[in-house]
C-alpha cells in the first residue's frame, strides 16, 4: 500500500512537470524576452518553404538580435485549424501564449473576429513598422488590424496542348466540364482554397455580388441554385476506377494536371507558377482568369492579443514588407508582391506582371465558408 502511494504521488509530479513543460513551450516567446517571435501559419508547402526562407534570412540578417520562429500547420491533413485553436485558446482565457505573429488572410479575419470578439488582434502601430510606407495595397477588411504582405488568387489552369482556347466565363468552363467529361477536377473545399473557390463562386454567382463580402447567415438561403449547379457538374468530374474524385488538398488536383490525367482544374497561382520555376510543373500549362472571376486576397500578419505583442513581431513585419524579403517571397512561390514592382527584381516579377491585387474579386463570408464546406460534403461529396 506504501508503494502505492509512493507512485501516485510519483506519478502525480510527473504529469504536472510536464504540464509545466507544455506550458513553458507553448508560451516561451510571451514568457521570455522581447527578442523572440514565434509566426504561426497553415496551408499548402509552398507556403511552409517560403516562411522557412524568411525566417532563416531575418535571424541571419536582423542586427538587433531577433529570431524568429515557425509553427506550421498543413492543410488537408485532418489536423485542428489554426483559427480554432486561437479562438480556443482566446476563449480558455489565456494569455501567456505563443501566438505571436499569424499568417492569414484578410478574408478570414472576420471569421476569428466572428468567433473570438472584436478585442481578438492588437490594433497595428505602423509607426513600428518603417517599411509600411512600401506597401501599395491595404488588406481588404480589417486594415487597422492587419498588414499584407503578399496577395494571392486562384485562377483557371489548364493544359494548352490539349486545350487551345480555354473558356472565358464562368458559363463556357460549365459548358467545357459537360463537354469534356472526367477531364476536370476541382479538390475538396475543406482541404484546401482553390477547390473552395471554385464552390464558393459557383454557388454565389446566382447572387448579388455584395454577398461575397457578407457574414449574414440569411445568405444561405440563397445557395440552392449553386448547389444544384454543383450536383448537375459532378458526373462529369475527374474518376478512377470508374467513380467520381474529389481529391485532397490543392496540390492534388495539381498532380493530375501535371501527370495529363487531367486537362484543367482552379488552382492557386503561386503554386503552379512556383512548381513551374522548380521543374515540376509542365511549361505547357498555362493560367487565366474566367470572368466572373475566381477569388484572390492579400496575405497579411496579425497579432492576437494572447501572444507576446512584443517588438521582435514588429521587427519580423517590417522585414517581409522589404524589398529583400519581397524578392524571397517572389523567388520561392510566386508571392504577388505588395510593394511596388520598381523595387523589385525584374527577372522575378517578369511571371507575374498581369496579376494584380487590385484587382481581385475578393470575399469574406467568415464562418458561413465552414457551413458551405460542410454543406458541400453532405450534399455532393456523398454523391455516387
Known amino acids: 500500500m506504501k508503494f502505492r502511494k509512493i507512485a501516485a504521488v510519483l506519478l502525480v509530479a510527473a504529469m504536472a512537470v510536464t504540464t509545466l513543460a507544455g506550458c513553458g513551450a507553448a508560451s516561451a516567446s510571451a514568457a521570455g524576452d522581447d527578442k523572440t517571435v514565434t509566426i504561426w501559419a497553415e496551408g499548402s508547402d509552398n507556403v511552409r518553404v517560403q516562411l522557412e526562407k524568411q ?3 531575418f535571424n541571419e540578417t536582423n542586427t538587433e538580435g531577433y529570431v524568429a520562429k515557425l509553427e506550421f500547420i498543413t492543410s488537408g491533413t485532418g489536423a485542428q485549424g489554426l483559427t480554432d485553436r486561437i479562438v ?15 499568417e492569414l488572410s484578410d478574408a478570414s479575419v472576420t471569421s476569428y473576429i466572428e468567433q473570438g470578439g472584436e478585442d481578438m488582434f492588437v490594433p497595428v502601430d505602423t509607426g513600428k513598422i518603417p517599411n509600411y510606407e512600401n506597401l501599395e495595397v491595404t488588406a481588404s477588411f480589417r486594415s487597422d488590424l492587419l498588414v499584407p504582405y503578399r496577395g494571392t488568387t486562384v485562377l483557371l489552369a ?18 467545357w466540364i459537360k463537354d469534356n467529361p472526367g477531364r476536370f477536377a476541382y479538390n475538396t473545399p475543406g482541404s484546401g482554397g482553390a477547390g473552395a473557390s471554385f464552390v464558393l463562386t459557383g454557388i454565389y454567382n446566382f447572387m448579388e455580388e455584395s454577398a461575397l463580402t457578407s457574414t449574414d447567415e440569411a445568405n444561405m438561403e440563397q445557395w440552392d441554385q449553386g448547389f444544384g449547379l454543383l ?9 478512377s476506377s470508374g467513380k467520381v474524385v474529389y481529391p485532397n488538398k490543392n496540390q492534388g488536383t495539381l498532380d493530375l494536371l501535371a501527370n495529363k490525367e487531367i486537362d484543367m482544374t482552379p488552382a492557386w497561382a503561386d503554386m503552379v507558377l512556383s512548381q513551374q ?14 470572368e466572373p472571376a475566381f477569388t484572390g486576397n492579400t496575405v497579411c500578419f496579425g497579432m492576437p492579443q494572447i501572444g507576446a505583442k512584443n517588438d521582435a513581431a514588429y521587427a519580423f513585419i517590417n522585414y517581409m514588407l522589404s524589398p529583400e524579403a519581397q524578392n524571397i517571397a517572389l523567388e520561392s512561390m510566386a508571392a504577388i508582391p505588395v510593394i511596388s514592382f520598381d523595387l523589385l527584381n525584374p527577372e522575378l516579377t517578369r511571371t507575374i506582371s498581369d496579376l494584380k491585387i487590385e484587382a481581385f474579386r475578393v470575399s469574406a463570408i467568415g464562418e458561413l465558408g465552414t457551413k458551405l464546406n460542410e454543406q458541400w460534403d453532405a450534399k455532393i461529396g456523398t454523391l455516387e
Open 277 to 290: 520555376q522548380q521543374g515540376t510543373m509542365p511549361e505547357s500549362i498555362k493560367l487565366v482568369q474566367i
Open 158 to 175: 489548364y493544359n494548352s496542348e490539349t486545350v487551345t482556347n480555354p473558356p472565358a466565363t464562368a458559363e463556357e468552363l460549365y459548358q
Open 55 to 57: 525566417i532563416e534570412n
Open 88 to 102: 480556443a485558446a482566446k476563449k480558455a482565457g489565456q494569455t501567456n501564449t505563443d501566438y505571436d505573429l499569424v
Open 231 to 239: 450536383e448537375e457538374l459532378h458526373p462529369y468530374m475527374y474518376q
